[in-house]
């Protein structure tokens, strides 16, 4: 029983380290700052803003 | 109507060439995936076909227990688990992981380059849950609520995880460098909390078990983040990334996200001890538990503004494009099932509904009218894309969404009433216990009745899915419509 504790205590650290990491890995490389710029890095030439990418809306909103 | 986002000055032969390169990096990343996901989408569409064969075996026991009851296998005590366990792991998550993978690698722009360990993390992932699903049939079940697979199914799921979380690990790695979108948050997250989740309720309940007064404490922590750090991570990564690409339209607001994001990862956790209220447990686990239930509305209401911002304006591409609707009807399903949670977590209301259908009722708005419809959303624009070519027939999509939404909503309202009359009815001391019994009989038949209508909705996704993979001669050259009224010339797809 004890050794299961131990056990689960090292992996529920180890998850929190990676939590920690992750975050200041992002924030240390700018993942936090200009949000617009985030929300907007999703779409690319071939699938700019503005261009529906289901296809039936792309006919409909052109009409 | 098309609005550039490159700031620099580009010539028109620059600007198309980028386009060719942004349409062939997309098209390698889809192909990279098409195995691997496609194979945890179809067999996720197996899962919730079987169990929701199981679910309505269970449903018609609960209203006429002499049904199928002669054959032990098939007894509520063994049918009813077993629906739980396939449809949350064969179905939701199955489906999560591919759904999560085929995101994260388009997002990274990174194609996976793991296909033969992910396709056999895709037969280990199903075969643990075929071998759990017959050892609860067969009388195994571990009966601990949403961890009954017994512990001989446990090694296919973590070995097969093991390879997923690789996978997602190195897309994140070799992303190019910069924005982190909130839909990678959610999928990294999901993919970490869950193995950490599911390992450690297993260890402490299963594999060396606590003492007793402390397992219900440990299973509702587990039961409750299951749905909220897995299932709700997913369906929210895939809402954040879908409904601005589909109307190309960004998120209305990304702090917002963020604030949601976190906030959830924070409260979340300490939800599940809602659930003992009225058990023998010290007030302040009650109360810490309730107070974070409350908090989280703080999650919820930026989501909710966010997915209706973003939508306004748009809300008339609900009636041609299949997938907004099932996300769009998930999302919102998102909001209800969330406010209902933080409400039902008040001691006064939980009074009424604990131990009733009204809890059973809650937890079907939740995996169902928002999980799983958002999933479905998921499925129908992605697998176009995995297998360039569209789906075979508008009306199998109509007749899995028709279906899918009065069945869901059948069994959610209908369930809920019964519950609270079940719940006030208990609550009155003098009233016999099977009177209370027969009175909620119509409530679960009407159940049994939603049910249904849920399992031919799957019927037609699951016919969809298959026709469109295996019936090579179609090759779908126009896109899936849900009106009639189409345009007269195809519109273009979006790969060549």
Redesign the interface.
Known sequence: ?FL?SM??LL??LT?SF??LL?FSQ?AA????EN????????????????????????????? | MTVEIQSEPVTPDEAEQRKQESIERRLEIDRAARWPVGIFIGSSLVWLLFGSLLAIAASIKMHDPEFLADNPWLTFGRVRPAHLNTVAYGWLSTAGIGIGLWILSRLCQVPIREQQSLTLAAVLWNLGNAVGTWGILRGDSTAVEWLEYPTYAAPFLLISFTFVMLAAFRMIRNRPPGHIYISQWYIMAGFVWLPALYFTAHGLLVLAPVQAPAQPPINWWYAHNVLGLWFTPIGLEAIYYLIPKIIGKPIHSYYLSIIGFWSLAFFYAWNGMHHLIGGPYPAWLITVSVVASIMMFIPVITVAINHHMTMVGNFRALRYSPTLRFVVFGAMSYTLVSFQGSITAIREVNYVTHFTHYTIAHSHLGAYAFASMVYFGAIYYIMPRLLEREWPSRWLIRFHFWPSAIGISIYFFILSWGGIVQGMAMNLSDTPFMEIVAATIPYLKWRTIGGTLMTIGHLSIFISFFWMVFDRRYRGAEPTLFSTKTPETPAPLPYP
């Open positions: 029983m299961a056990i689960l992996v529920m998850l990676v939590t992750a992002a490389n700018g993942g936090f949000p617009q710029a985030t929300a907007e890095s999703i779409f690319d030439e071939a699938e700019p803003i503005g261009e529906p990418t289901d296809p039936n809306l792309i006919k409909k909103y052109d009409s």
